[in-house]
Each structure stands twice: as C-alpha cells, then as structure tokens.
C-alpha cells in the first residue's frame, strides 16, 4: 500500500504511526515496532519470585459483552466504545488464556497484540496463568489520525496488582500503577472495528 500520510506517538521514547492513503478504501495501516512489552498492558512493576508467597487461585474475569451501542459508524463515540471494548478482552484474555477473540479484532500490523497473543499461549499453554493485573481506563477521549482513517483513544490508565503462578508457585509480582495518556489506536475495517495497537502512557 503505498503510504501518504502518518501520525505518530509516544511509546516511552519510541515512535509508531498510524497510516492510510486519501482516495483509497481503508486497509490495515502500517505501524512501526513498539517498545517491547510483556502484555500492551500498563507496564508492570517486577519483582523477584517469592518462594513463601502463597499462590493465589486463578481468577478468570467472565467473556465481555460487545457493547450493545457499538455501531458500525465512524465516529468518536465509537472508537471509545471500541478501545474500552478491546480493552476488557484483553483483559479477559490475560486472566483465561483465551486469545482467540482478541487475536480476532487485532490487526495483522499490532504487534503488540500479537506478542500478548504469544505471551497467553505460551503462559496457559504449560499450566500457568496470571491473577490480577486488570487494566482500566479512565476519562477516555478520542482524536483522529492525520490520514483520517483511524482514531487514537486516550486515557489515564490504572492497573491493579497481579502474580505469575507457575507450578504452584508464584513466579513473578506485578505492582500496581497508573499511566496518564495510555493510547489505544482503532479502526473501522470492513464495518468491524479492530486494533491498531497500543501505547503505554507516563507513569504517574
């Protein structure tokens, strides 16, 4: 696809655009790699395995709606329902280990979606999985990209604490924080709306 227009944003210090041609049906847009990340998830807070932490049971969160006032229109509005939307499936998919949806809605150009996918696969795939660690966003607006085919949705993003259980054992802690400006890039493809991809915020 031959490439006339890009928005770019911060990811940490890393740049990724979103672009699309004028006069041209809308197509996955290409972005540049985004810093890697264990999860597009705020960025978690490590601690060292702790052999004396007790191992919580898993806590997987129940299959989000789609949300009865998403349509197939491209407005601000939408984009919002989409990313919040986009992100309780993630969520959704960090806590069970079931991809499939989220795989779905994300572009074949979000890496960082398809290095979460990676993550869940390998994780439930030998028995561990993630408790905690659910991600929200608040006061969410939203901006259209310089190109006009997509939109960035913007928010302060809050996550709460989270472990890593593997073999019984908790292998890894995730601490709790807040990022203002977390992104999330949307689309609306084909009359579906899917995933850009994601940016972490500034922790606060």
């Known amino acids: 696809m031959r490439q006339c227009g890009r928005l770019g944003f911060l990811v940490f210090a890393a740049l990724f655009g979103?672009?699309?041609c004028a006069n041209a049906a809308p197509e996955p847009p290409r972005a540049e790699p985004p810093v890697p990340t264990d999860s597009?998830?705020?960025s978690p807070s490590e601690d060292l395995e702790d052999p004396e932490a007790e191992a919580p049971t898993p806590e997987p969160l129940p299959l989000p709606d789609y949300p009865?006032?998403?349509?197939?229109?491209?407005t601000a509005e939408n984009?919002?329902?989409a990313a919040e939307y986009f992100l309780k499936l993630m969520n959704y998919a960090q806590s069970t280990g079931d991809s499939d949806l989220f795989e779905d809605a994300s572009l074949p150009t979000c890496e960082t979606c398809a290095r979460m996918v990676e993550i869940q696969n390998e994780r439930y795939g030998n028995g561990a999985y993630l408790a905690g660690n659910v991600i929200t966003m608040s006061e969410p607006r939203s901006n259209r990209t310089e190109d006009g085919w997509g939109w960035v949705v913007i928010g302060d993003a809050a996550a709460t604490d989270g472990v890593e259980v593997r073999n019984g054992k908790v292998t890894r802690t995730i601490s709790g924080r807040i990022?203002?400006?977390?992104r999330i890039g949307v689309q609306l493809v084909d009359k579906e709306w899917r995933i850009l991809e994601f940016a972490r915020g500034k922790d606060v």
């Open 179 to 182: 990022e203002k400006n977390f």
């Open 79 to 81: 984009a919002i329902l």
């Open 40 to 42: 597009p998830s705020v």
């Open 18 to 20: 979103l672009a699309g």
């Open 68 to 74: 009865e006032d998403l349509t197939a229109e491209d």
